[in-house]
């Protein structure tokens, strides 16, 4: 097997419209999935790129917005034996892995990442049994099986510090899913990593010209970029980093405007952060040119309230891992939080 394995071609969905609800559906739709939260102890946490209907939801219902992990470990701490996930399948399975005594719900298993898709365990297996001499740190953005194949699991906001260690140790490195991400981190630490030959749909779609153009266009805005973009994207940033990190720097940074290369989702929240500040999508497409997400995920737009309200009366919502699965993934899993506890690292967000 080469070094450097071949991108695996994947089917996108097309981007959904956000579904257009009366302003007497969407209250009905409300007010039924509240009933049903409390009717069935369940809560629900959503991640930052779904709808905010949803997000919005999550909060008046004392759930959380937030990063693929940050939702599970709600999910833990939370006494509710039912936890809700708004988001696509990774998540789903990361949040049964931390409470496996838990049912989890959500809207669609349909919804699926195309990191994921991108890494099937099978295939990513034999690469890591091709390079036996090398410790695995795959993205959360894995199945709970590659999760379970790695010896580490990591956030974008943790992935440099665990690389900078243990390649201080002196080990070689096989980074998966993100080629983007892992060559962004490459860079900051000078790991000797093997990368896998994967992208996220939506990141992966920035373009650099495009880019320059619409800095061109607001000189006095400053560019939040996450780093599953374009190396020549993350070059024109002012600010890189993972979701939560981002909503950070739009907080914190002076700029009254701010060009934001990452899901479109994500305003929601930044926008409760910094709420005098202007927010522009940064372009996916070059002059004459098409995008596939837009910077909008696909799979993420499946989520929605008509769905959301049928978790509790129709089947084929819930999320299972196999039993034989969990405890390797969350072994990769726990390797990070406690190198994050003994770190003293504040956050550990995802993308």
């Given at each position: 097997?080469?070094?450097?394995?071949?991108?695996?071609?994947?089917?996108?969905?097309?981007?959904?419209?956000p579904r257009d609800f009366s302003a007497v559906e969407r209250t009905q739709l409300r007010e039924r999935i509240k009933q049903q939260l409390r009717a069935e102890d369940a809560v629900l946490?959503?991640?930052?790129?779904?709808?905010?209907?949803?997000?919005?939801?999550?909060?008046?219902?004392?759930?959380?917005?937030?990063?693929?992990?940050?939702?599970?470990?709600?999910?833990?701490?939370?006494?509710?034996?039912?936890?809700?996930?708004a988001g696509v399948r990774f998540m789903g399975e990361t949040a049964k892995i931390l409470n496996p005594e838990k049912r989890v719900l959500m809207p669609t298993l349909q919804a699926e990442c195309s990191l994921d898709l991108g890494c099937p365990a099978d295939q990513f297996a034999a690469f890591c049994d091709a390079?036996?001499?090398?410790?695995?740190?795959?993205?959360?953005?894995?199945?709970?099986a590659v999760k379970a194949r790695a010896d580490w699991v990591v956030t974008s906001?943790?992935?440099?510090?665990?690389?900078?260690?243990l390649s201080e140790r002196g080990e070689k490195l096989i980074w998966a899913p993100d080629r983007n991400l892992g060559r962004y981190i490459q860079e900051k630490t000078d790991a000797d990593m093997l990368l896998w030959n994967g992208t996220c749909v939506?990141?992966?779609?920035?373009?650099?010209?495009?880019?320059?153009?619409?800095?061109?266009?607001?000189?006095?805005?400053a560019?939040?970029?996450?780093?599953?973009s374009p190396e020549s994207v993350i070059a024109l940033a002012d600010a890189v980093g993972s979701t939560s990190?981002?909503?950070n720097a739009a907080k914190t940074l002076p700029h009254k405007q701010l060009i934001v290369a990452t899901d479109g989702g994500i305003f929601y929240k930044m926008q409760q952060a910094a709420p005098d500040k202007e927010f522009i999508i940064a372009p996916t497409a070059g002059a004459g040119g098409s995008c596939r997400s837009c910077a909008h995920c696909p799979w993420m737009r499946m989520n929605a309230l008509d769905n959301l309200a049928a978790v509790f009366t129709e089947p084929g919502h819930e999320i299972t891992v196999d039993p034989?699965?969990?405890?390797?993934?969350?072994?990769?899993?726990?390797?990070?939080?406690?190198?994050?506890?003994?770190r003293g690292v504040r956050s550990v967000g995802r993308a």
């Open positions: 097997m080469s070094a450097v394995p071949e991108a695996i071609r994947l089917e996108i969905p097309a981007t959904l419209p946490v959503a991640h930052y790129y779904t709808d905010p209907d949803l997000q919005e939801l999550a909060e008046e219902t004392g759930g959380c917005v937030s990063d693929s992990l940050e939702m599970a470990r709600f999910g833990n701490r939370h006494p509710a034996s039912t936890v809700i996930v390079h036996p001499d090398r410790t695995v740190i795959v993205y959360a953005n894995t199945s709970a906001s943790i992935a440099v510090d665990v690389v900078e260690y939506v990141h992966d779609e920035f373009k650099a010209k495009a880019l320059a153009q619409s800095k061109a266009m607001y000189p006095d805005a560019v939040l970029v996450h780093p599953e990190q981002l909503i034989a699965v969990i405890p390797g993934a969350l072994q990769s899993l726990q390797r990070m939080l406690d190198f994050a506890q003994q």
